[in-house]
């Protein structure tokens, strides 16, 4: 991938699930340490986007790139390379439940190649430290907040440093003080190159932390939708 190449570029995409079109007609260009938000409606496409992005979803109609990966020739075999080079984080968090945040943070590293400890360490700590968890590597998951879950799987998205993160509603499950410190988390991320899509519902979220807003509707993506904060 070139530097100046976008980190997503869809031309033309159709977004499906199994036979359905959900979507047609996508075309995103998003570039270096931008921050968009994916809006629209329950059920309109958004999840399905994201997964199309993150090779979850085959791109059956259309081109995509995405950090230099071509989403088009992408098969079961290639995921992995693509997830090693983007971030993807839920509004569940996905922690594994039976092992402490520094052993859900090794297990990552580790499933995506790494091998020297003492690399593994750095790194842990390095992630850790970004995300204010510097102290808490030694807790269990359930010893944790919801907002404290949501930094560890921040940090775990950040492990192979990647020039891409999609977010599916990262804040959903937050009270809103906790979803405050997220987004500043996220947008800081974003300040030091990194690229974020997020998937949202929360109007407060896109009105505290305005940038681009992409909407789903009407089986189509349209690009710096207007926002309607009554609705
Ligand atoms: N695994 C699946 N198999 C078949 N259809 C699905 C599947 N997942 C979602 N869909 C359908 O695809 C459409 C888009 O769903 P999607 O989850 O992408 O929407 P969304 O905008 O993310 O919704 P929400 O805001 O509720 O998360 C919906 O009609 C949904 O029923």
């Given at each position: 991938m070139t530097p100046e190449q976008p980190i997503i570029q869809l031309t033309n995409a159709s977004i499906y699930q199994g036979n359905s079109l959900i979507l047609s007609d996508v075309n995103i260009t998003v570039n270096k340490g931008e921050f968009v938000y994916l809006i629209g409606k329950t059920g309109t496409g958004k999840s399905s986007l994201l997964k199309t992005l993150y090779g979850d979803?085959?791109?059956?109609d259309g081109t995509g790139q995405v950090v230099g990966f071509d989403l088009k020739k992408m098969d079961w075999k290639k995921v992995p390379y693509l997830r090693r080079n983007l971030g993807v984080v839920f509004q569940?968090?996905?922690?594994?439940?039976?092992?402490n945040v520094h052993d859900n943070l090794k297990f990552a590293l580790r499933a995506t190649g790494w091998q020297d400890n003492k690399q593994i360490e750095d790194k842990i700590a390095d992630v850790l430290d970004k995300v204010g968890l510097?102290?808490?590597?030694?807790?269990?998951?359930?010893?944790?907040s919801g907002g404290e879950q949501q930094r560890v799987d921040i940090a775990r998205a950040m492990l192979n440093s990647p020039r891409l993160i999609l977010a599916d509603e990262p804040t959903g499950n937050l009270d809103p003080e906790t979803s405050d410190g997220i987004m500043q988390l996220l947008f800081r991320i974003c300040r030091e190159g990194t690229a974020i899509v997020m998937a949202t519902h929360d109007y407060i979220v896109l009105q505290k932390f305005p940038s681009r807003v992409l909407r789903t509707e009407n089986g189509h993506v349209t690009d710096n939708a207007a926002v309607n904060f009554s609705s």
């Open positions: 979803l085959p791109l059956k569940d968090f996905q922690l594994l439940t039976d092992r510097g102290t808490k590597g030694f807790k269990m998951p359930y010893e944790l």
